[in-house]
């Protein structure tokens, strides 16, 4: 294809092309031999603050209100001050650029501050209130996260939408929910969820079709750990069980339960795509040295790195998948 003048290659593959199709979207599709049809997305993942489709492992400094990332495109460090003690991370990709913008949640005004990649602009909005737990994502589909929150007191989801501004409220969940928004049914949008730590069971309602669902998977006191490990486009419910440190995923291309022992008591699951193959990763953040561990899904080897320190909040905890 051309692109700013220059011809650069796609990425190779070993499917037999017999068309593309463009939907009234815009949104390309590939068109195999055997009538298959495929969708064309560009490769991104959650904390990549550099931009090269890989997640970063990257944390926020609660007592200095600082950011530092290492950027896993050329390990670099960047270090910078935004936000302060009490804030609760936010980073997510506000302005559609599919990089990771720094940003963070201030529960006592219930202000979201932020700092659009694209342009370095700062913004500052008020929504939300104390209490309340921040959900952003995309759910419009306009590949910009919007701001949310789930109330917990009350059960209710409030939105604003980045592509019209609209508002948007709904009842779902209960007091004691853990948020756990995500496309769970592949049609590029967000989808309202929630884990319940009572009975281990997810809820949702699919953006597709308002259809509600609820799986039984994981038990009380496990750690939703949610992310499209199997690479389908469709996120995989999945808990991390602390105490033994085990994982099980639920892959959604075909049910089949899978289970890994990967990390200690008192990890913190850190899900991302740290090989950049459009398969999330079983990754955890060790927050008493500040040691980091994937196992990638490229080749099943160990990416590990001591960043960061003991009290730090690793930032794809807090940007999903
Ligand atoms: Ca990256
Ligand atoms: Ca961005
Ligand atoms: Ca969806
Ligand atoms: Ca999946």
């Known amino acids: 294809m051309w692109y700013n003048n220059q011809q650069i290659l796609l990425q190779d593959t070993t499917r037999n092309v017999s068309s593309f199709g463009e939907d009234e979207d815009g949104e390309l599709y590939v068109v195999g031999l055997g009538g298959t049809v495929e969708k064309i997305v560009r490769a991104k993942a959650n904390a990549d603050f550099d931009g090269d489709a890989k997640t970063d492992f990257s944390v926020f400094r609660l007592l200095t209100g600082t950011w530092y990332i290492l950027n896993s495109s050329n390990n670099a460090v960047r270090g910078q001050q935004f936000g302060q003690n009490d804030d609760i991370p936010t980073p997510e990709d506000y302005d559609g650029d599919n990089i990771t ?19 370095n602009t700062f913004r ?29 007191s009350n059960g209710i989801w409030y ?33 309202i969820a929630v884990f319940r730590p009572l009975n281990g069971t997810w809820y949702r309602v699919n953006s597709a079709n308002s259809a509600l ?52 008591a008192n990890d913190v699951p850190a899900v991302g795509d740290y090989d950049g193959d459009g398969r999330e990763d079983i990754a955890v953040f060790r927050p008493e040295n500040g040691t980091w561990y994937a196992l990638q899904s490229s080749n099943n080897t160990v990416k590990a790195a001591q960043f960061g320190a003991s009290g730090d909040l690793p930032a794809p905890f807090y940007d999903k998948p």
Not at 112 to 117: E, L, P, T
Not at 167 to 180: C, E
Not at 223 to 239: K, L, M
Request: proline share 5%.
């Open 159 to 191: 939105r604003l939408d980045s592509s019209n501004n609209s508002f948007f409220a709904l009842q779902f969940g209960t007091n004691g929910d853990v948020p756990t928004p995500g496309d769970f049914d592949g049609d590029g949008k967000y989808d």
């Open 101 to 119: 913008d720094i940003g963070v949640f201030r529960p006592s005004s219930g202000t979201w501050y932020y700092i659009n990649s694209s342009n």
């Open 213 to 264: 669902s609820g799986v039984q998977f994981g038990a009380s006191g496990d750690v939703p750990a949610q992310g499209d490990f199997d690479g389908d486009g469709r996120i995989d419910q999945a808990v991390y069980r602390p105490n033994s440190g085990i994982w099980y995923i639920l892959r959604s291309t075909n049910g089949a339960v899978q289970s890994n022992q990967f990390g200690a």
């Open 124 to 152: 500052g909005i008020q929504f939300g209130q104390n209490g309340d737990i921040p959900a952003a994502g995309d759910y419009d589909g306009d590949a910009k996260a919007d701001i949310s929150v789930f109330r917990q």
